[in-house]
Every structure is written in structure tokens, then in C-alpha cells.
Antibody, heavy 117, light 110 residues
């Protein structure tokens, strides 16, 4: 069974940093691209970043470029999202997702990030 | 970016057919592949993939869900609607980067 379990969220002040992790199991992690998608409270879904299966390619939405870094450790089957210079508009539930079937075929339960002073 | 437009809400009676539409600002089809996908999200839960490439049922999804469409116009059909189907439904395109989502259609009981 595919499982994606996020951790590392919480309350953080504007301008500070936070790192999210996603532990994957139930599939061969190193064979799949992975992505982070977020959802602000009561809002819709918004893609944040994608990383290729081997980590050689990364892609970001414009609003997080230069502030967020997606990375992975295939030996540990873990995906990361380093978030720097956080803003109030980054407040959201962040979902770890697997790329499959040319879309996002599995999602974690999500982790809440609140940026507030 | 490709903009996906959905109606915000749809009211339906149990046992009836629900048709949820999604319109893209430009074609999301390449050759015979229609790169539009559908997700279901219940309150407090993560989204779940229902339909991929416009008309393919994801693993474990009941056959009362179906998808159709090509180019810029796509439809998710639920027939018959059951109580467990009350949720918000999102379309998403993977034709171009960045991948984008529709605003979601909240399925409500009439």
C-alpha cells in the first residue's frame, strides 16, 4: 500500500524558515517524480514544486522561486521542502504527492503550515 | 498558465446523475491523450484521484464515476449519486507546466 506521511509543519513567524518532510513507503520511491501541492484555508489546490525521480530536475511556481527548495533522499525514501523567507500567503496545508499516470496519483494526509506573528 | 474553470457548486438528489464540467483556457490534449484529471476531496481529507487522462478510472474507484471530453471541455459524471459522494471535485491539467487546478465544484444535496 502506498503511503506518504508528511511532518514538520506548525506555526512560524514571517520571514523565518521551515522544512517539511514526507516519508514514502509501499513503492519504489526512486522510480517516481514527486511534488508538493498546497491548499490555503477554505481555498483550492495549488501546485508548489516538482522534483524528478533522481533529483536532477526541479520546478517551482513563480511565487516560491528563490525561497523554496524541493529535494529528496532516495536512500531514505524521503521528500523534503525547505521553505525560507516565509510569508503570510504561504499559510496552507501542504500535501506530498506522487507523480504517476501523468498526474498526481497518491497524496499524503497533509501538514499545516501557519505563517503568523 | 492554463486556467481551468469550474462552477462553484452543484445541487443533486441522491440516486440522480451529477454532471460536473471543467473548461480549459486552451487545449489540454496532445494527439490522442487528453491530459485532464479529476480528484475528489472530502472535508478534512486529502484529495483522491478519481479519473486520469479524461476518461480512465483510477484504481479502486467505483464504476458510477466516469469522465469524458477532449480539447478544452471536460465532464465528470457520477451516476447514480450516493451519500458518500458529497465532496468537492477538482479538475487538473498536466498538458503544460505549471500544472493547474480548477477552483473546485462542491457537490451538495438538493
Amino acid at each position: 500500500e502506498v503511503q506518504l506521511v508528511e511532518s514538520g509543519g506548525g506555526l512560524v513567524q514571517p520571514g523565518r524558515s521551515m522544512k517539511l518532510s514526507c516519508a514514502a513507503s509501499g513503492f519504489t520511491f526512486s522510480n517516481y517524480g514527486m511534488a508538493w501541492v498546497r491548499q490555503a484555508p477554505t481555498k483550492g489546490l495549488e501546485w508548489v514544486a516538482t522534483i524528478s525521480y533522481d533529483g536532477s530536475s526541479t520546478y517551482y511556481r513563480d511565487s516560491v522561486k528563490g525561497r523554496f527548495t524541493i529535494s529528496r533522499d532516495n536512500a531514505k525514501s524521503t521528500l523534503y521542502l525547505q521553505m525560507n523567507s516565509l510569508r503570510s500567503e504561504d499559510t496552507a496545508t501542504y500535501y506530498c504527492t506522487r507523480e504517476g499516470l501523468e498526474t498526481l496519483d497518491y497524496w499524503g494526509q497533509g501538514v499545516m503550515v501557519t505563517v503568523s506573528s | 498558465d492554463i486556467v481551468l474553470t469550474q462552477s462553484p457548486a452543484l445541487a443533486v438528489s441522491l440516486g440522480q446523475r451529477a454532471t460536473i464540467s471543467c473548461r480549459a483556457s486552451q487545449s489540454v490534449s496532445i494527439s490522442r491523450y487528453n491530459l485532464m484529471h479529476w480528484y475528489q476531496q472530502k472535508p478534512g481529507q486529502q484529495p483522491k484521484l478519481l479519473i486520469y487522462r479524461a476518461s480512465n478510472l483510477a484504481s479502486g474507484i467505483p464504476a458510477r464515476f466516469s469522465g469524458s471530453g477532449s480539447g478544452t471541455d471536460f465532464t465528470l459524471t457520477i451516476n447514480p449519486v450516493q451519500a458518500d459522494d458529497i465532496a468537492t471535485y477538482y479538475c487538473q491539467q498536466s498538458r503544460e507546466s505549471p500544472p493547474t487546478f480548477g477552483g473546485g465544484t462542491k457537490l451538495e444535496l438538493k
